[in-house]
């Protein structure tokens, strides 16, 4: 229930790591967690990110959970059985659609990230990495979806939209009736509102200048 | 001017007079800045405790005669203070915004492009002759010249008394000269510039009209109106205003949060204490007034109408909220100008007293609670946007738990005074502008707050990015063109459409200045002596 508001999912996942280093490791290696946390850092962001590519993907976050914090006395100092590569994602839809349409876009990605984790050897197609993250899955509490209830396409269309609108407004301002007409229409004809392929804003784009057209 | 003053808990005998007092207001309206740097820390010690005599107290001035013909204050940078044998955890007690100083401070308040460093006054720039650095600001305010003129030869007979102290030059005049101080003065209005109370700055606006107010200022409890806090009473009268906590403005008072706010120890070096910014802001003024004279004329209602959009107040000063037209504005002010004449020449009857203190009031009694859709001030007006009041709860009513809930901790006091004169308005070049002078408790949480949030992003106004019109950096300007925009809101009871200004050159360019401690009466002595011990 907490994880859906309106047509926006809230995922959030957490795979236990493997403890210690891999096998064959030289004496010293690096440790799964080490060579997990590595990988997760050198990934691109925005819109460079291998996420960008997840279709309806809103945003998300990977990290690495080593333990958990000690509030100081008188709490109970806990520890983790193993740390947990937690990952956290805003999407629009339904869990299964995205989770295929993940594989689909990053199977070679999910398959190195995956091949440090609990379990992981048994993700080897699209069915079996959804069982998988379900497996993982836990309830996200406390959802506040910070987007609008639409596909993520037509989101970044009405922004790209609403931002060429902005320009529009600021360009054509005091234009005789019959101007602004032809101006309008050349601005319809530019953006393609009803074309959700391009003009558009790019997924992942910080950027207010980053178009695909 | 007699009045009835609000001192409550305050000691104002130990505040200096520049915190808690514009001095505009009560008729010192020419002013010299003098920096110094201190090479030898006795003798700056030395020659802080021979200026100890001359600096001016915060108490009230509600009778005439107490009021001087000149006044004086001092203040320090972080690196001055280390000049001054301020021991090592006194200094490291100083919030970040204060010891970084302004120019280190830069991005957050928009000190880059055309207000970069690179293009201040030499007495700023000095970068790598340490012995440039600015450490002591003493300012003079006086009511004529030679009040100035017999001050500042006092100060100059003290530093010669004391040679490990020396007076830094290099602050730009008219034809770039090397002046030895900043000068700085009213500039009054004329029989085709007519304004109220008095003072315009360079782009014809009559300024400082409203003057932030605190719980035991010692002003005229009657600038609560308009210029304390809101209360969800009437704005029109003193129901609708609370005074700010004093802690907003003094150290060691609580503030708005009920917090002392965050200053070194010991308490007694920081009590009665504030943070200074001092500001050099170039106006270009050939820009602004191609920028009026060519938008002005598309502009449906005209080019004051403009001006008055861009301020949030008519050039004249009325306040475009309660004077939406430039008649009903031109109206009001040709009145309170007669009553005025009238009333100092002592020539008014009760009458005429009565409704000049009532036409007074209706300059600050205001606030946006009539006016939510921004069809007669607009959202990203000047002045709405430095002094929200009441107006970021958007028109819902208890919408928190105090209407000024997200800007009585923004609020700052505004000193200062303009500086140069404008040869030929149609140029930029020049020197001429405004000595910003910004005293708050908490640089960062207020001053550089507003310059960063409310000035040069526009976010909490729902206006997305756009800058404030008349202080946004909006770029270096290219042939008079800036990036600025700004949404002049429509009215739809009128079925008025909003107008869009777009292209706004970069108005205010920042030339100079750093961030001060004034100190209390008591921590200036204690500097003098040489016994502050944070142990």
Redesign the interface.
Known sequence: MANKSGNAYALTVLCPIRNGVPPGAPPGGQSYTALLRNQLQTLHVNEESPMAKVPNNYLCRFWVLSDVPYQGKPAFREHLKSDYLVFSSNFYGELEPYLEGMWKALEAGIRAILEHCFGGETVTNAKSFIEYIKKCQVTTTFFFNGSTDEPLAQQLKNLYLKQELSKF???N??KSAPELQAAFREFVQRTQPANLSGPTWAAGAYHLDRVVE | MSFEVTTGGVDLDDIQGSVVKAYGRYGLIVARYVFFHVEVPVAGRKFVEDILPLVTRGIPWNDPSFIPRVATNIGFTYEGLRHLDIPEVTLHGFPEAFSMGMKARREIIGDTGPSLFHRWDPVWNNRDDTTQHVHIMVTIDGKEEQDLESRYQEIRQILAANPGVSQLEGHRGADGDNLQYQPAAAILPSKDNLGYPGGKEHFGYSDGITTTFFEGCGEDKNLVIGGGKPTGGDPHSAAGWAPLATGEFILGHPDEAFEYPEAPGPPLFSRNGTFMAYRKLHQNVGSFNAYLNDEGGKFPDGKEALAAKFAGRWRNGAPLVSFPTEKSANEFIMELARLQKKVWADSASSEEKNRFAELSLQLVAFDYSGDTSGAKCPFGSHMRRTNPRSALEFGKRNAFDVPGALSNRRRILRRGLPYGRVVDPTRDDGDHGVIMLIANADLSRQFEFVQQQWMNYGNDFGLANDPDPLLGNHGTNEGRVGGGRMIIEGDVVTNKPPYFCNRIPTLVETRGGDYFFVPSLTCLRMIALGIIDPT
């Open positions: 407004a600021f360009e301002q005091g």
